[in-house]
């Protein structure tokens, strides 16, 4: 067998541990990411799933382990971090726009302020991916005008706007009402359909079935089983694994 | 319905119970009244607003205006006080805000000896009362050396028991000349120039308050959700720009209301200008009541005073609240 | 523990199953010091080093020029020539035998010299009260008796004529008893009024009552307290013939308790607009009338939640008694400027403000600690 080619990872996720206080949360995490690759991480609640995509773009410390992107170290320092989640981007659950911005200028702030782009080749840029998510003509709206959908959907397009190598998405569905949920997974789908590595933390079987190439399946901070969408879901065989999806599907 | 509600016999019963209660309370004012003037009378006091065009005997210090005793009228002389009120209510608004926003900031701030040292002087400032700073730093005022011996900082501030002296416009000759303060013989030339009284008033109210604006600063910066923080780390930002660009501007929509508050506590505070000589509108007020005895007219124009600036500073902050609110909708 | 590893000549839907959960084991240990932590955060970029070394700097000044006043060359020693060694030490070092001489004329004014643990203990007693009456789990019946009782003791030992004690005129009161004094009594005597103001200006019934609680709290609390003081000493007595007159002490401390009512109504109105309207509607489902809906369920939840905006206020009004030396009444400010005021300790204004600041300091410092332990008393008992 082959020794795998290192560029070949975006990502590399060796013996990751966190603790929250006394609480493990995070118990010994591998995992590699290729380019274009796109990975579903669900599981039960307290699973760790949130804290392990939030270590990936350091918006957590985490105590043992190493994440390398492209075959370097993320950086500790203040500096270095930036730099980190300049390529990275992250779309949360509730949404955090900017409530004091418009649409446009969600997206501005990032390419404008950290990587010094004049203002005018942002906003250009903006205008485009926010023409991709279907609500360009919202722009100089503020996010208390929008709906919950719209909101979400000028999130994604406020990290798309830094140009990231990979995004990471945690629960992006779960604050929404059910009617605008669609339209959300649908921008989603579009995107990883366009090549974007991502990882999502999601409960929607649906949107994973479609998309992934690979799902995750978390519980007391560890990747207990994975594997394609199909095998994950229809043959599962892990003993957790089929009592979640049971209280899921039910 | 509506209609017949107003005919229940409570809201009458209500009525009538404010009537007498307001009936009592207007006997007591005629009462209070009716004797007053019977007590100023028998003390040869005279009444009404005519003595405002008398002609001062004393002589007003400190004044920001042209004012000449003997001369001028009481009506001037508290015209003098107003315009003292407000040269130190303004500039402690202004200096206290810039000061109160730093310390605020320095006291979140990831260096520890910046947090420990902007928490001190918050805890220090704040736990004595406001009359004792401004003695304090009216002692060390009064103890700087004579004009002669006039300090010097830079080129552009001059520090003598006369006062401070900063570089301003002055007359010369005829000609407007923009000059740096200098010693000349016994006096000092300057354009811009603070008494000993007002700078102690000043710097006393304005440190006393920037604590408090620290903390009310502090205050709104905390209560700004974690997530937008992260979402402002998440898009590659440092920490100054998120606090600059994201977190200060939402602050200071929260921050408005304990601000006003925290306004129009300096302009009450600039009261305390009575205690050190400095004439504001209540020490000119002071010195009136005791000259022509009309306590009750001096007393509420000084209220009425107070009254207005209140609501103004008030009024002002609504609408800088209310373009904060436009730009957040 | 096994790996997993998505190698490129593996094949991409290879399946992983891990089959013994790992368990939970406690955080590694701390082994950075706390020393390097510190000096790390210190200096964590050049701009916060640039900081550092700046507030190290003046810091460092400051306090090195602050010990060498305050300890190094300063005079320690009292005795017959402490006022000469003082002299030959002006603006150099302090004069601490000064402040050893003067600091009873500084806390408790001109009261007779023997008799001074009376107001000591009156001014003990006070506190002790004020910081029980704050824990609503004293709101009983008692507390009323021991207020009684407690003004009644105070009352005793200040002034005396009873019980064995020598009478000492209200006039004779100074220092910090009086500060105490006036804080205690505004802030209690002028709390049912606040009480009263609040409740009128949330009142729909009588919208005249409203339109006056209104009119008085604005009025008040635009106003500064000096010009109240004034209004108290100068206007008050225009009021009554000439022949009657009030002591000054009772004037300015009835003006205190009106300024205090109206900033009190407006804490307590807050408190009020904290409940949630259930409370008054389950009241007034049971029959409850007006006033025993308001002492039994609305103002005990109302009161509750606004007591540290009260103790916030009592600091407030603390420190503001400062303000009665326009007015000549003997408080512990007027004190300090009465010590500076003897020829043969001129100039030694740094040490008895410094005095004076410290013990403002202690009292609002504590109260302020007390009021942050009351907050989180009441939000766990909640």
Same mark, same amino acid.
Request: proline share 5%; with cysteine; aromatic share 10%.
């Given at each position: 067998?082959?020794?795998?080619?290192i560029?070949?990872?975006?990502?590399?996720i060796?013996?990751?541990?966190?603790w929250?206080?006394?609480?493990?949360?995070?118990?010994?995490?591998?995992?590699?990411?290729?380019?274009?690759?796109?990975?579903?991480?669900?599981?039960?609640?307290?699973?760790?799933?949130?804290?392990?995509?939030?270590?990936?773009?350091?918006l957590?410390?985490?105590?043992?382990g190493?994440?390398?992107?492209?075959?370097?170290?993320?950086?500790?320092?203040?500096?270095?971090?930036?730099?980190t989640?300049?390529?990275?981007?992250?779309?949360?659950?509730?949404?955090?726009?900017?409530?004091?911005?418009?649409?446009?200028?969600?997206c501005?702030?990032?390419?404008?302020?950290?990587?010094?782009?004049?203002?005018?080749?942002?906003?250009?840029?903006?205008?485009?991916?926010?023409?991709?998510?279907?609500?360009?003509?919202?722009?100089?709206?503020?996010?208390?005008?929008?709906?919950?959908?719209?909101?979400?959907?000028?999130?994604?397009?406020?990290?798309?706007?830094?140009?990231?190598?990979?995004?990471?998405?945690?629960?992006?569905?779960?604050?929404?009402?059910?009617?605008?949920?669609?339209?959300?997974?649908?921008?989603?789908?579009?995107?990883?359909?366009?090549?974007?590595?991502m990882i999502?933390?999601?409960h929607?079987?649906?949107?994973?079935?479609?998309?992934?190439?690979?799902?995750?399946?978390?519980?007391?901070?560890?990747?207990?089983?994975?594997?394609?969408?199909?095998?994950v879901?229809?043959?599962?065989?892990?003993?957790?694994?089929?009592?979640?999806?049971?209280?899921?599907?039910? | 319905?509506?209609?017949?509600?107003?005919?229940?016999?409570?809201?009458?019963?209500?009525?009538?119970?404010?009537?007498?209660?307001?009936?009592?309370a207007?006997?007591?004012?005629?009462?209070?009244?009716r004797?007053?003037? %019977?007590?100023?009378?028998?003390?040869?006091?005279?009444?009404?607003?005519?003595?405002?065009?008398?002609?001062?005997?004393?002589?007003?210090?400190?004044?920001?205006?042209?004012?000449?005793?003997?001369?001028?009228?009481?009506?001037?002389?508290?015209?003098?006080?107003?315009?003292?009120?407000?040269?130190?209510?303004? %500039?402690?608004?202004?200096?206290?805000?810039?000061?109160?926003v730093?310390?605020?900031?320095?006291?979140?701030?990831?260096n520890?000896?910046?947090?420990?040292?902007?928490?001190?002087?918050?805890?220090?400032?704040?736990?004595?009362?406001?009359?004792?700073?401004?003695f304090?730093?009216?002692?060390?005022?009064?103890?700087?050396?004579?004009?002669?011996?006039?300090?010097?900082?830079?080129?552009?501030?001059?520090?003598?028991?006369?006062?401070?002296?900063?570089?301003?416009?002055?007359?010369?000759?005829?000609?407007?000349?923009?000059?740096?303060?200098?010693?000349?013989?016994?006096?000092?030339?300057?354009?811009?120039?603070?008494?000993?009284?007002y700078?102690?008033?000043?710097?006393?109210?304005?440190?006393?308050?920037?604590?408090?604006?620290?903390?009310?600063?502090?205050?709104?910066?905390?209560?700004?959700?974690?997530?937008?923080?992260?979402?402002?780390?998440?898009?590659?930002?440092?920490?100054?720009?998120?606090?600059?660009?994201?977190?200060?501007?939402?602050?200071?929509?929260?921050?408005?209301?304990?601000?006003?508050?925290?306004?129009?506590?300096?302009?009450?505070n600039?009261?305390?200008?009575?205690?050190?000589?400095?004439?504001d509108?209540?020490?000119?007020?002071?010195?009136?009541?005791?000259?022509?005895?009309?306590?009750?007219?001096?007393?509420?124009?000084?209220?009425?005073?107070?009254?207005?600036?209140?609501?103004?500073?008030?009024?002002?902050?609504?609408?800088?609240?209310r373009?904060?609110?436009?730009?957040?909708? | 523990?096994?790996?997993?590893? %998505?190698?490129?000549?593996?094949?991409?839907?290879?399946?992983?199953?891990?089959?013994?959960?790992?368990?939970?084991?406690?955080?590694?240990?701390?082994?950075?010091?706390?020393?390097?932590?510190?000096s790390?955060?210190?200096?964590?970029?050049?701009?916060?080093?640039?900081?550092?070394?700046?507030?190290?700097?003046?810091?460092?000044?400051?306090?090195?020029?602050?010990?060498?006043?305050?300890?190094?060359?300063?005079?320690?020693?009292?005795?017959?020539?402490a006022?000469?060694?003082?002299?030959?030490?002006?603006?150099?070092?302090?004069?601490?035998?000064?402040?050893?001489?003067?600091w009873?004329l500084?806390?408790?004014?001109?009261?007779?010299?023997?008799?001074?643990w009376?107001?000591?203990?009156?001014?003990?007693?006070?506190?002790?009260?004020?910081?029980?009456?704050?824990?609503?789990?004293?709101?009983?019946?008692?507390?009323?008796?021991?207020?009684?009782?407690?003004a009644?003791?105070?009352a005793?030992?200040?002034?005396?004529?009873?019980?064995?004690?020598?009478?000492?005129?209200?006039?004779?009161?100074?220092?910090?008893?009086?500060?105490?004094?006036?804080?205690?009594?505004?802030?209690?005597?002028?709390?049912?009024?606040?009480?009263?103001?609040?409740?009128?200006?949330? $009142?729909?019934?009588?919208?005249?009552?409203?339109?006056?609680?209104?009119a008085?709290?604005?009025?008040?609390?635009?106003v500064?307290?000096?010009?109240?003081?004034?209004?108290?000493?100068?206007?008050?007595?225009?009021?009554?013939?000439?022949d009657?007159?009030?002591?000054?002490?009772?004037?300015?401390?009835?003006?205190?308790?009106?300024?205090?009512?109206?900033?009190?109504?407006?804490?307590?109105?807050?408190?009020?607009?904290?409940?949630?309207?259930?409370?008054?509607?389950?009241?007034?489902?049971?029959?409850?009338?007006?006033?025993?809906?308001?002492?039994f369920?609305?103002?005990?939840?109302?009161?509750?939640?606004?007591?540290?905006?009260?103790?916030?206020?009592?600091?407030?009004?603390?420190?503001?008694?400062?303000?009665?030396?326009?007015?000549?009444?003997?408080?512990?400010l007027?004190?300090?400027?009465?010590?500076?005021?003897?020829?043969?300790?001129?100039?030694?204004?740094?040490e008895?403000y410094?005095?004076?600041?410290?013990?403002?300091?202690?009292?609002?410092?504590?109260?302020?600690?007390? $009021?942050?332990?009351?907050?989180?008393?009441?939000?766990?008992?909640?």
């Amino acid at each position: 067998m082959a020794a795998p080619a290192i560029d070949a990872e975006l990502l590399r996720i060796r013996g990751l541990h966190k603790w929250y206080g006394d609480f493990h949360a995070l118990r010994g995490v591998d995992l590699d990411v290729r380019p274009g690759e796109r990975i579903v991480v669900c599981g039960p609640s307290g699973s760790g799933k949130s804290s392990l995509i939030r270590c990936i773009n350091q918006l957590e410390d985490f105590e043992e382990g190493t994440i390398t992107m492209r075959g370097s170290l993320l950086g500790a320092s203040d500096r270095q971090k930036a730099a980190t989640r300049q390529r990275i981007g992250m779309v949360f659950q509730s949404f955090n726009l900017f409530p004091h911005l418009t649409a446009l200028e969600n997206c501005t702030l990032g390419p404008v302020q950290a990587k010094g782009e004049a203002p005018a080749v942002a906003r250009e840029r903006a205008q485009a991916l926010l023409q991709r998510v279907r609500i360009a003509d919202q722009a100089h709206k503020y996010p208390g005008q929008l709906s919950g959908g719209q909101q979400q959907r000028v999130a994604i397009a406020r990290a798309l706007c830094m140009q990231p190598e990979l995004m990471l998405f945690d629960e992006p569905t779960s604050a929404l009402d059910p009617e605008m949920v669609k339209e959300v997974l649908d921008t989603m789908v579009a995107l990883a359909n366009d090549g974007m590595t991502m990882i999502c933390v999601t409960h929607e079987m649906g949107f994973a079935r479609e998309v992934a190439d690979r799902v995750l399946f978390m519980d007391e901070g560890q990747i207990l089983e994975a594997g394609a969408a199909q095998d994950v879901f229809e043959r599962p065989q892990h003993e957790r694994l089929k009592a979640f999806l049971g209280k899921l599907l039910r | 319905m509506p209609g017949s509600r107003r005919r229940r016999p409570e809201v009458l019963r209500h009525w009538l119970w404010q009537a007498v209660a307001f009936a009592v309370a207007a006997a007591l004012i005629v009462l209070a009244f009716r004797a007053t003037s %019977a007590n100023l009378s028998a003390r040869g006091v005279a009444s009404g607003f005519a003595f405002l065009e008398q002609v001062a005997r004393v002589p007003v210090s400190n004044a920001s205006i042209p004012f000449d005793p003997g001369v001028d009228s009481y009506g001037r002389a508290l015209l003098v006080g107003i315009v003292n009120t407000i040269k130190v209510a303004a %500039a402690a608004i202004v200096l206290a805000t810039l000061l109160g926003v730093l310390v605020g900031a320095g006291k979140l701030a990831l260096n520890p000896l910046v947090r420990a040292v902007c928490g001190l002087y918050v805890d220090v400032m704040r736990n004595v009362p406001v009359l004792l700073h401004i003695f304090v730093w009216y002692m060390v005022l009064l103890a700087l050396p004579g004009p002669a011996d006039a300090l010097q900082l830079g080129d552009w501030l001059l520090l003598s028991n006369r006062g401070l002296f900063l570089p301003g416009w002055l007359l010369e000759d005829g000609h407007l000349v923009f000059a740096l303060p200098h010693v000349d013989g016994l006096e000092i030339v300057a354009g811009t120039s603070m008494s000993p009284e007002y700078a102690a008033l000043l710097v006393g109210i304005t440190t006393y308050a920037a604590a408090f604006v620290a903390e009310i600063v502090r205050g709104a910066i905390l209560a700004i959700p974690k997530g937008q923080w992260e979402a402002g780390y998440a898009v590659g930002l440092r920490r100054s720009v998120v606090f600059r660009k994201i977190a200060f501007p939402q602050a200071v929509r929260s921050a408005l209301p304990p601000l006003t508050s925290e306004y129009l506590g300096i302009v009450k505070n600039s009261s305390l200008a009575v205690a050190i000589g400095y004439q504001d509108l209540v020490a000119v007020g002071n010195s009136m009541l005791f000259e022509t005895g009309q306590a009750i007219e001096v007393m509420a124009i000084i209220v009425a005073f107070y009254i207005a600036v209140s609501l103004l500073v008030s009024f002002a902050m609504e609408l800088v609240g209310r373009r904060a609110a436009l730009a957040q909708r | 523990m096994t790996g997993f590893t %998505a190698s490129s000549s593996a094949p991409i839907a290879a399946h992983f199953v891990r089959v013994a959960v790992e368990a939970a084991r406690p955080p590694p240990a701390i082994r950075t010091g706390r020393l390097e932590r510190l000096s790390s955060a210190l200096f964590a970029s050049a701009p916060s080093a640039m900081l550092t070394l700046a507030f190290a700097l003046v810091v460092g000044w400051a306090s090195w020029h602050f010990a060498r006043w305050a300890l190094l060359d300063a005079v320690f020693a009292a005795g017959g020539d402490a006022s000469v060694r003082c002299r030959a030490a002006e603006g150099v070092g302090a004069c601490w035998p000064m402040l050893a001489e003067k600091w009873r004329l500084i806390v408790f004014g001109l009261y007779p010299y023997d008799a001074q643990w009376r107001p000591a203990l009156a001014c003990l007693l006070m506190v002790v009260i004020l910081a029980v009456s704050a824990i609503p789990r004293f709101w009983r019946r008692w507390l009323a008796v021991v207020w009684l009782v407690g003004a009644g003791a105070v009352a005793v030992l200040l002034w005396g004529g009873i019980a064995g004690l020598a009478f000492v005129p209200s006039d004779a009161w100074g220092g910090l008893p009086v500060t105490v004094l006036l804080a205690t009594i505004g802030l209690v005597s002028g709390f049912p009024l606040g009480v009263l103001l609040a409740l009128a200006r949330r $009142s729909h019934a009588y919208p005249g009552i409203r339109a006056f609680a209104v009119a008085y709290i604005e009025l008040v609390r635009a106003v500064p307290l000096v010009v109240v003081l004034y209004m108290a000493s100068v206007m008050f007595p225009l009021l009554l013939p000439q022949d009657v007159t009030v002591a000054k002490l009772l004037r300015v401390q009835v003006a205190i308790a009106l300024f205090a009512a109206a900033y009190l109504a407006e804490v307590i109105r807050g408190g009020l607009e904290a409940i949630p309207k259930g409370q008054g509607e389950a009241a007034d489902a049971i029959g409850l009338g007006y006033w025993k809906k308001m002492a039994f369920v609305i103002l005990p939840q109302a009161l509750r939640i606004a007591i540290p905006g009260i103790v916030n206020t009592f600091i407030s009004f603390f420190k503001a008694t400062s303000i009665v030396v326009v007015v000549g009444i003997f408080d512990l400010l007027t004190a300090a400027k009465r010590a500076l005021a003897d020829p043969e300790w001129q100039g030694y204004g740094f040490e008895v403000y410094l005095f004076v600041g410290a013990l403002y300091f202690a009292f609002c410092f504590s109260m302020s600690r007390y $009021s942050h332990w009351l907050e989180g008393r009441l939000a766990r008992d909640r």
